[in-house]
């Protein structure tokens, strides 16, 4: 039903910044909420930041202060990113829930992701 693609990853220096966007495709009426996920090489999958379909925001403690998360437009959101540490260097996965309330359930949608690196 949705397609999500994501955009802006590369390579960084520590310090610096990067934005990250992520395109829905599809019927997107009853998102409830975007987020931004992240895989770290031999590490699992973290949540980094949400955003819900009334704008209450959601960061995870490693990345508070330095990312903002933002619904662009009704089928875009992105990823500011400051401050970045090599810490960040990550596999960087955009993720929207929706479903409506009338529905028996909701479904999430993944994108394929997009590589940041944070090094000198």
């Known amino acids: 039903q949705l397609q999500l693609a994501e955009s802006g990853g590369g390579l960084v220096q520590p310090g610096g910044s990067l934005r990250l966007s992520c395109a829905a495709s599809?019927?997107?009426?009853?998102?409830?909420?975007l987020g931004w996920y992240r895989q770290a090489p031999g590490k699992e999958r973290e949540m980094v930041a949400t955003?819900?379909?009334?704008?209450?925001t959601t960061y995870s403690d490693t990345v508070k202060g330095r990312f903002t998360i933002s619904r662009d437009t009704t089928k875009k959101f992105s990823l500011q990113m400051n401050s970045l540490s090599p810490d960040d260097t990550a596999v960087y996965y955009c993720?929207?829930?929706?479903?409506?309330?009338?529905?028996?359930?909701?479904?999430?949608?993944w994108g394929k992701g997009t590589l940041v690196t944070v090094s000198s």
């Open positions: 599809g019927d997107t009426t009853c998102i409830n909420t």
């Open positions: 955003i819900t379909h009334g704008g209450t």
């Open positions: 993720t929207v829930n929706e479903g409506c309330y009338y529905e028996a359930s909701t479904t999430d949608y």
